[in-house]
């Protein structure tokens, strides 16, 4: 998805789980006797963040979800109960219905004009993408860690089908470092290598292209209708509508019909990581 502008408070406790999160840390480890040094080491991370995640600053990662339920022996696995509700919120309110229909959907078909979808983005990219909206380095990481949660659906043992056509453009805006755009470029290569994925890329000497009106994606649901996502400039919207839909399918088969070949996009791809090299 591209860049978004909506972000929550996630410090303001009359609507963030994430400041009752780090409450209910602070209390079990306080109550326990526990340094936020030696919760740090069970949780592989260090005293700052264990204080950040406990004032509400930062988004934990699973790993310390279930480091606190380890840790703390009257816990009975609420903090990883607590944490897709911390993770949620996260994401700007108009895109978790998304978020939710993508975590069940049977297939995706993703289409950007602008930037690496991000189902697929590292942690550099994203971190560089995001940042490019000016807001705070706070609210910067959490969508950043919401961002790389998302793409667990596609470490599952029955990944959905992912499809991705990209504009030639994608490849050639440098976001963040040489170095950064290079881990991504790579990425593309290793997901394209994966048998559920298809990476396409549309190439500049196609010119006029089916979707010049924008970047959008297309759920295939296993129960209940397809919807489709489109990006817009403030906030996206979901389409259920039977003709929307179709509509948008139609433009996707049109896109993978002037895109480059599966083979052929990875070449390109390919030859732009090299034109990276110093």
Known sequence: MSVTT?????TDPAMSPLRHFGKEVRIERERLGISRADLGKAAHCGYSLVAKIEQGERLPALDFAEACDRVFPTAGGRFVRLWPLIIKYAYPSWFRPFVELEAVAMGIRSFQVQVVPGLLQTEAYARAVLGAVRRSAESVEHMVAARLQRQRILARDKPPELWVVLDENVLRRQLGSRAVFAEQL?????????????????PFSVGVHAGLEGP???LTMDEG???????????GHILADPADVKAALRVYDLLTAMALSPGASRDLIHSTLKDLSP
């Open 6 to 10: 909506e972000h929550p408070d996630l």
């Open 186 to 202: 790579e990425r593309l290569l290793e997901e394209g290598d994966i048998p559920s994925t298809v990476i396409q890329v549309v």
């Open 216 to 218: 959008f994606a297309a």
């Open 225 to 235: 209708p397809d919807v489709v996502y489109m990006d817009g400039f403030s906030r």
